[in-house]
């Protein structure tokens, strides 16, 4: 008896397409209808959980970090000047603004991440750009301020300041 295994990608979604560098590889999130702000891009799930944060982790809770699926929402890359939120009380990626057909969608990692794995220098280009991304914590009041943050994170915000 033979046995076909169809091969599903999972990982194709109707609102967002993944974009490959052919130079760097580097992997990007790109828009593929327009949406209005506030609105529910896609919603997510934890294809992994771990204890630990990794470069491709969002951290839900104190001990919870989840890969995500669908995968695509990996390349999402991080902007000062982000277009869209990892709502991890809700479990949904949406919108901050409105956002055309075909633009990059773009989050604020220390949103979402205290302390991250892997710092890196931001070169965003954007007027907001605040320079090494290296997590919530390490954020000043200003900086704070002009961003929307998980409910986790805000919790962790407000006792880290009492
Ligand atoms: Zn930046």
Not at 44 to 58: C, E, G, I, S
Not at 75 to 102: K, Q, V, W, Y
Not at 111 to 124: G, L, R, T, V
Not at 154 to 159: A, G, T, V, Y
Request: proline share 4%; charged share 25%; net charge negative.
């Amino acid at each position: 008896m033979s046995f076909i295994e169809t091969e599903i990608d999972l990982d194709q979604t109707e609102v967002a397409e993944i974009r490959i560098d052919p130079i760097t590889s580097h992997r990007s999130l790109f828009s593929k209808k327009s949406f209005r702000g506030n609105e529910v891009i896609l919603k997510f799930l934890a294809k992994n959980v771990l204890a630990t944060p990794t470069y491709l982790t969002v951290q839900i809770s104190e001990t919870v970090h989840i890969e995500l699926f669908p995968e695509c929402l990996e390349c999402a890359n991080h902007s000062c000047d982000p277009n869209c939120f990892f709502d991890t009380t809700r479990m949904e990626f949406i919108t901050l603004r409105s956002i055309p057909a075909g633009e990059e969608l773009t989050f604020f990692y220390p949103s979402a991440e205290w302390d991250m794995d892997q710092p890196f220098e931001c070169y965003c280009g954007t007027d907001r750009c605040i320079g090494l991304i290296k997590g919530a914590r390490y954020l000043s009041d200003d900086q704070l301020k002009q961003y929307r943050f998980t409910d986790f994170m805000s919790q962790k915000l407000q006792s880290a300041k009492s």
